[in-house]
């Protein structure tokens, strides 16, 4: 069976709802696998397990030629710990070239333990590179959704074609995640997720949706359960079991606007406290997504900055603007201190390194805030948000000037972080019109933080700073995902936006831009795109009032 018809019976049977039955008879005998598995299904078999243990699904990531990793947690009771008792349980999983299970490829055991809140990172291995495969866990006599993953393309690969997806900020009580409902039906070799995975902000009954909890998250129980409540969502459970996610972080995941190991509110949180909390944040990250062994957390640090190849087409360079900042700058003169970083010296060396070395025709940055200068106020004061790359702007000036050096092929950065879309060309100096353009930014919108846009008050604020801004080539403020579809010749990035988020169930999605990055041609073009007022009335949007959790658009 090809791997476009196997997608296509794959989303017609309902994907990763379908396998939900005893496991006896689908998975056959006791499975071996490493570290003497079959051992210790015996010894950890244990007492009956509570019913109802893949209530987070399933999830796949960090696709390489040979393999990925797989996730899941046991959790029958998501929203007060898990709810698993107190001891490891082994689960078994199953790797197969069919979603009936009938060309088994890889299977084996690994232990779901309480330390780790019963998660499971299974990396496997083996499997051929650029080929779909299906897979599932069990646990007692519970089977799992199936979920649906990809190999990437081995390296040197002459491969023609790459279409993935990117997204970022989903914040739980501003909407519902209804892009993903249409995400998960994209034909798509993964998505990468930007960051905001979680919001750790205080429940507010005012809002789309109530943040479990009763105040904001600070320990390893917190952070779990905040994570559980969000994974319950059948929208983003329905998106990981179609796709394997390359994911970062960006600030919520922790605390708002937090640089290494300073929070945003240092009078408040002692720095004990905050370190405290952030290894319980970084523990539950880390337990919640599918990140390989080398990402799990030692106390306050975890390695997140990683690079993941696509044949000969493109390299995929996954930063971390958090764990290694300085703080924000207070004043444009402490921006542009050449000691300002906002990836630390070893992160930037590597990132250069990656990208010299790096044998694609295309080099893509999944990043988490704009690279691109965004003045705030129209005129001749400029206002500016430190916390993006405006704040680091010795680093940037040294980073675009290595972009436009030679060195490395059709770089461009895919940003996450501003709730809208911006889209821009890339230069040393955006305020010298001399500067030359070195490379292409796609700011794209959130899933569901800021919920649903005023386009006409969002315009009315940036339209006139857009004129101004010469190396803004298109904003809009409607929440979505944006679809890349790479070849040789180029990049076309297509936005695509969902009608509300303030409503659950199928939404209208429409596709509100197309934007064009030539090979050899820095700089990024608008193909075509629907003007925000034909958008407005082509979408069957339903407008209610609904308070959000911050002041962007």
Known sequence: MSDHHARRRFLATGGAATVLTAGHLLFGPALTGPDGAAAAVRAYGGGPLPR???????????????????WTRLAPRPLDGGGMPDRPVPVRWQVAE??????IRAQGVELARPEHGHAVHAEIGGLRPDREYFYRFRAGEEVSPVGRSRTAPRPGQANRHLRFAFASCQNWQDGYFTAYHHLAQEDLAFVAFLGDYIYESVPRTTTVRTHEGDDEPYTLADYRNRHAQYKTDPELQAAHAAFPWI????????????????????????????????AAAFQAYYEHLPLRRSARPRGIDLRLHRRLGFGRLATLHVLDTRQYRSDQPATLAEAEDPARTMTGPEQEEWLVRGMSEADTRWNLLANQVMWASNDRMAGPQQVFDFDNWDGYRAQRRRLLDFFGSGRT??????????????????????????????????????????????????HRVYD???AESPHWKYIGNRRGYVVCDVTPARLLASLQVVSTVWQPGETTMVTAARFQVEAGRPGISVVDRLPWEEEQRTIDRTPRRHDVDDDQF
Not at 98 to 103: A, L, S
Not at 421 to 426: E, G
């Open 52 to 70: 109802g243990l893949f209530t987070l699904g399933v999830a796949s990531g960090d696709p390489l030629p040979g393999g990925f990793v797989l």
């Open 409 to 458: 092929a059709n770089p461009v950065v895919l940003t996450g972080d501003r709730h809208a879309t911006w889209v821009c060309d890339l230069k040393p100096d955006f305020d010298d019109p001399a500067s030359p353009v070195v490379g292409a930014e796609i700011t794209g919108t959130s899933i569901s933080s800021g919920g649903d846009s005023d386009p006409v008050a969002f």
């Open 464 to 466: 006139p700073i857009m």
């Open 98 to 103: 069919d979603e009936r299970f009938r060309q």
């Open 247 to 278: 994911a970062t972080w960006d600030d919520h995941e922790v605390d708002n606007n937090w640089a290494d190991e300073i929070p945003q509110d240092p009078a408040q949180q002692p720095p004990d406290a905050f370190l405290a909390r952030r």
